[in-house]
């Protein structure tokens, strides 16, 4: 008498055996098989776990401080990137100042020294009038005035940006700008 054979084909070592069902994968695997096929998932569930666990911290860390979100960075490297823009175009202004005020203040120079010049000279000579006060009073406020508001020297603002500027833009909302 003949026993009845209940074998099937191992999906993994291709013998026919006494297989059991994987119902993950609706393969059929023999004992031994099915113990190392059952290690594999768990090894991939350990590996889930651990990927969940990083994930966590690293989750719980961003929940606690939200400043250090990589997108806040790239805001303060912009705001550190724009900061140093200004301070260099402003050096470069203050410097263009210097020069032009230098450039003044040589001229009025000039303009003291021939006044200092007329003022000597009606003095030795004992030769003024009135006329000749009020030009000289005249020509001391015109060079006064020259000093505290050089014509040629002003201040513009420009209303176009020189500092790139940035959006944020979220697939759940608007564009937002400041």
């Known amino acids: ?11 993994k070592c291709k013998k026919e055996k006494i297989t059991y069902p994987c119902e993950g994968c609706s393969k ?11 290690q594999i998932l768990n090894n991939e569930l350990h590996h889930i776990a651990n990927e969940y ?5 690293t989750f719980d860390e961003q ?8 997108l806040i960075k790239q805001i303060d490297q912009w705001e550190i990137n724009s900061i140093k823009k200004i301070q260099e175009k402003a050096q470069e202004y ?14 009025i120079e000039m303009k003291f020294k021939d006044l200092n010049e007329q003022i000597k000279q009606m003095q030795n000579e004992n030769e003024f009038n ?3 006060l009020n030009y000289l009073r005249n020509q001391l406020m015109k060079i006064a005035k020259e000093l505290n508001n050089p014509i040629n ?10 500092i790139n500027e940035i959006s944020i833009i979220s697939s759940k909302s608007k ?3 400041n």
């Open 1 to 11: 008498m003949a026993m009845a054979s209940n074998k099937t084909l191992c999906f």
């Open 28 to 38: 059929h695997f023999c004992l031994m098989d099915l113990t190392e096929h059952r």
């Open 53 to 57: 666990n990083e994930f966590k911290q």
């Open 63 to 70: 929940k606690q401080n939200p400043q250090n979100h990589s």
């Open 94 to 107: 203050r410097e263009i100042i210097i020069k032009l005020s230098q450039t003044c203040i040589n001229d």
């Open 130 to 132: 009135e006329i000749s």
């Open 153 to 162: 020297i002003s201040i513009k603002e420009d209303s176009q940006s020189f």
């Open 175 to 177: 564009v937002l700008r």
